[in-house]
């Protein structure tokens, strides 16, 4: 009998590949707004293996930031754009096996190598937990001043985005 | 088999390897971006299975950090796509061929 949380594990890790590869080559439609529902999806399954790793808050805000603000982000842009063009363009292909290949070959390399160092050999029994109290003791002491930074950083952003979205762009 | 690091592991490689093939397949610019929100993902989940498996915080703190300037990110690359695409009415990255030789 496989311990239950194992059985999650690969539920999860399944419908976050799935809904990624769909993400990236969907057979069935080329448009940009089921890319970004699978892109939902896919969020959301991350969130359940963060919620696996004990990550709670950053499962929680994987969701809010993700699944609440970039997609809705994205569709506005979509429905701001026309892109009815896109779905009567073809995909090359050979720049298609070129990147296929390619990436497979890095993935390859990549899994092999994960494999064969073996980073999980020799390490204690998990005990850490990423609820909100120890992560945000955390933020508030030791990573106090890049915390700061990050908040400018946004205010930057905001401003940047207001400019950058102006009528007349000078 | 128990799961461990090795497995989270993997999941995050097969992951950024999708958001790259999405990068270099795909010519629609918003869907480029998608790609490179996988493979920010990707790293994400790396990060935050090594903070597990290590009993160390901080790979979650770096992760929120990531995440912040992710939606910083991308809400700067939408504006900017925004206001290419009001110049040259496409999100076509074949079309946009000014700085080409």
């Known amino acids: 009998m496989p311990h239950l949380p194992d059985i999650f594990f690969y539920v999860f890790a399944a419908l976050t590949l799935l809904c990624g590869f769909l993400v990236v080559v969907n057979p069935f439609s080329r448009s940009p707004v089921t890319s970004a529902m699978f892109l939902v999806l896919t969020i959301i399954s991350m969130a359940g293996l963060f919620v696996l790793l004990h990550a709670f808050f950053l499962a929680a805000v994987q969701i809010l930031v993700y699944a609440g603000a970039v997609i809705v982000l994205f569709l506005f842009v979509i429905m701001l754009l026309d892109l009815k063009e896109e779905q009567r363009r073809k995909l090359k292909t050979f720049s298609l096996a070129a990147g296929v290949i390619s990436v497979g070959a890095i993935a390859g390399l990549t899994v092999k190598a994960i494999l064969d160092s073996g980073p999980g050999k020799g390490l204690p029994a998990p005990t850490v937990e990423g609820a909100t109290a120890p992560l945000g003791k955390l933020l508030f002491t030791q990573f106090l001043l890049p915390f700061e930074i990050v908040s400018v950083l946004l205010l930057v952003a905001m401003v940047g985005v207001i400019l950058l979205s102006k009528k007349d762009l000078k | ?101």
């Open chain 2, 1 to 101: 088999m128990h799961v461990g690091l090795e497995h989270y592991l993997v999941v995050s490689a097969l992951l950024f390897s999708l958001g790259l093939l999405g990068v270099l397949a795909r010519r629609n610019v918003l869907v480029m971006y998608m790609s490179l929100e996988l493979m920010l993902n990707a790293a994400n989940l790396a990060l935050v299975a090594f903070s597990r498996f290590n009993n160390n915080l901080n790979g979650q703190v770096m992760v929120f950090f990531i995440i912040t300037v992710a939606a910083a990110e991308v809400s700067v690359g939408l504006a900017l796509i925004v206001a290419l695409y009001r110049k040259r009415q496409t999100a076509h990255v074949e079309d946009l061929t000014a700085m080409k030789l």
